[in-house]
């Protein structure tokens, strides 16, 4: 079964410093992975997307991502975090259904609350 | 263009109460989600529909129905509500050839008492 692994809970950096958050998967296919941003109260914003090709994949804000097939990771970084990204970040992997009714699913990790020192 | 719509953004029910969550989205995607966020589990999928008149259960279904009578539209029901379904529920659509680009509501935040 596919499954998602986000092993910090929460994880604090000091403003301006660099982040990495971690994201490991678990697929048997080729995965499509995505990392979402949730800011309280909010709803879930589309950070980046890795379907194929370059395995460093840029997104909104400034953030990266790097698919690593060896490890089974999909790890985002970020160069310098700023205050305002302070949120919950969740990992996802896409997933097929297959039944009467095929379709796709995300499945998500735990999720990980970064919070950021000024 | 609002992409994905929910009503009501918070509610508070009784045990054995029932009510119904609206989603509407308005970039004609084929399929529609029901997700629930519960604290250090993520989101987990409660039912889908791959098209108008269709729907087929999630990971975590029981105690839900759900419809979709128009393709823009897809309602989440709760026929008699209990503690464990305080949760936050997000609704989430997405084209049919590409379907793991979901777009996500803001959530309905539902406390069962």
């Known amino acids: 079964a596919q499954s998602v692994t986000q092993p910090d809970i929460h994880i604090t950096v000091s403003e301006g410093a660099s982040l990495e958050l971690r994201c490991n998967y678990s697929?048997?296919?080729?995965?499509?992975l995505f990392w979402y941003v949730q800011s309280p109260g909010q709803g879930l914003q589309l950070l980046l997307k890795?379907?194929?090709?370059?395995?460093l994949v840029q997104g909104i804000k400034g953030f990266e991502a790097e698919f690593k097939r060896s490890q089974s990771s999909f790890n985002l970084r970020k160069p310098s975090v700023h205050w305002s990204d302070a949120a919950e970040y969740f990992c996802a992997v896409g997933a097929v259904m297959v039944g009467a009714r095929r379709g796709n699913k995300l499945v998500f990790g735990a999720g990980t609350i970064l919070r950021v020192k000024s | 263009n609002a992409g994905v719509t929910q009503t009501p953004k918070f509610r508070v029910l009784k045990t054995g109460q029932s009510m119904t969550l609206l989603c509407a989205q308005d970039?004609?995607?084929?399929?529609m989600y029901w997700y629930r966020q519960d604290p250090g589990m993520g989101l987990r999928l409660i039912h889908y529909?791959?098209?108008?008149?269709?729907?087929a259960k999630g990971e975590v279904p029981d105690g839900y129905n759900v419809s979709r009578l128009k393709k823009q539209n897809f309602l989440l029901g709760l026929e008699s509500a209990a503690p464990s379904q305080t949760s936050v529920y997000f609704c989430a659509s997405s084209y049919y050839d590409q379907p793991h680009e979901q777009y996500f509501g803001p959530g309905t935040r539902l406390t069962v008492t």
């Open positions: 697929y048997g296919a080729t995965p499509y």
């Open positions: 529909s791959v098209g108008e008149g269709t729907t």
């Open positions: 890795y379907f194929s090709g370059d395995t």
């Open positions: 970039m004609n995607h084929e399929y």
